[in-house]
Structure formats: C-alpha cells, structure tokens
C-alpha cells in the first residue's frame, strides 16, 4: 500500500509544506485558514497539535499554542480538523506535528487510531528519539501512517542510519537559515547536508525553520525537494487577530506567494 505522502512525491515538482497550530486562533478560523492555504497551492498541510511547552518553537508558535489552548482546543478538536481538512481536498496529505507527551497521555494505540480515522497521513513528534519509537512504529506501521523524522545540521552518518531505521514519507531538514543571518553560507552549508543525506536515502528531504517568504521557498527549492513555511504565516494571524477577513486576505496571498516560489 503506498501512502499518500509518496505519491505526493511522484511527481518532480517541489512541495510547499504549511504549518499552522490547530484551532488558532479559534476552530472554526482556524479550519478557513486550512481552507485558504490548500486552495491557494499547498501539497502538504502540517497541523500543530497545541501542546503548553513547546521547547522546539520559538514565540511565535508558542503563542499561536496558548491562543488555542485557551480556546480549550484538545486532541479531538485536532482530529476534525485534519477530517475537515480531507474533506477540502481529499487527496492532500494532512500531518499532525507536535510532542510525545501528548499521544503518551491520550493513549498511543488510540491516538493512532483516531489518526486514521480521520484521514491523518503522517505525524512528525518533535521530542521522540530512536531509540524510544518502537512503541509508537508498531502502531504506525500497522495504520500505514508515515513517521517523518526531524533531521539536523549536527547529525552525524552514524545517527543519520539510525533515524532513517524507521522514518517515512519524507525528512524534515532542521535548516537554521535566517537564524544566523549568513544566508548565502546558510545556502551552501544546506547544500553540503542535503546531498550528505540523499547517499544514505530516497526519500525527498524538505527543509524547515526559518523559511519566512517566497525568496527563500525558492532558494531552498533549488537545492532539496520542497519547503516548510510555518511561522510566517502564524505571524499573520497573530497581526490579524482582530480582522478576519484581513487575516484570510493576508494568508491567501502569503500562500499563493509562497507556491510560486517552488517554480524554478
């Protein structure tokens, strides 16, 4: 059986990967925010699960979680979300992202479950080692789920056969381009880890963190296989937070924007 993310990748087009905490700043903006970003070109949709300590994020998204957290958003509300979602377009792949924490507390066999129940293609869980995902791999395996891993600049040959053990779908590349302000080395150094990852794997890699416009969507499409644009759209709902419509307008064009970027 082969997943929905994979055949995503059949083509050699590049991807534009989105990401959005679920339910902020509320449910139902937040499922015409998903409405907006896949009519507007998005081929992969991330949904963050709202978790209370997101070490991995930076304010932006921490907020974005405390907007939905105080809104009482839960895991089920997540669920509908990515249901809703496949609804919009069915044959877009939704991934749920966010920390262990909250599928060890839901219940693994159960979070699973809902997952596929809902139509959810993937799960990328920030926090979850190697060396502890069997649990977690026995579930997703069985569901055909994908388990997308995280991958960064310091891991090294030895750690990198260890993560692509059990990863699917495609690699999330941890790039920290725009974080140092050396883009153009940023560009090489990226460059240099893509090709080091692609002699150990097939699968597409799609590089994240700091992406912040169109420019650097195309930059970074011109060396991997796609591009994961996150906190510069929760930026604009959090601009927006008291006009709607301006929101959706924003995001519409901020999207649009972006998948003309994966043109080369």
Do not use: W
Not at 82 to 108: H, V
């Amino acid at each position: 059986m082969t997943n929905l993310i994979s055949q995503t990748f059949k083509n050699n087009e590049k991807k534009l990967v989105t990401f959005i905490t679920g339910g902020d700043p509320d449910f139902d903006t937040s499922l015409e925010i998903i409405r907006t970003i896949i009519n507007n070109g998005a081929d992969i949709v991330e949904i963050g699960m709202p978790f209370s300590d997101p070490m991995a994020d930076g304010p932006t998204i921490q907020l974005s979680s405390n907007r939905a957290i105080s809104k009482g958003i839960d895991l089920e509300n997540i669920f509908s979300l990515a249901a809703e979602a496949k609804k919009i377009k069915n044959d877009l792949p939704i991934i749920l992202m966010g920390y262990y924490n909250l599928i060890l507390y839901f219940g693994i066999e159960k979070f699973v479950k809902r997952c596929k129940e809902n139509g959810v293609d993937g799960l990328i869980i920030v926090d979850l080692q190697p060396e502890e995902d069997d649990d977690l791999i026995n579930e997703v395996k069985k569901s055909h789920i994908d388990l997308i891993r995280l991958i960064t600049p310091t891991t090294n040959e030895e750690r990198l056969k260890l993560i692509l053990n059990n990863a699917s779908g495609f690699l999330y590349y941890v790039s920290v381009m725009g974080i140092t302000g050396q883009k153009s080395a940023d560009l090489n150094d990226l460059e240099n880890s893509v090709a080091f990852i692609k002699k150990h794997t097939n699968l597409p890699v799609i590089p994240g963190f700091g992406i912040k416009n169109s420019t650097d969507v195309n930059n970074i499409c011109k060396i991997a296989d796609g591009a994961v644009v996150g906190s510069s759209i929760i930026k604009i709902i959090e601009e927006n937070l008291n006009d709607k419509d301006k929101m959706l307008l924003e995001i519409k064009k901020f999207t649009k924007d972006l998948k003309d970027g994966t043109k080369l």
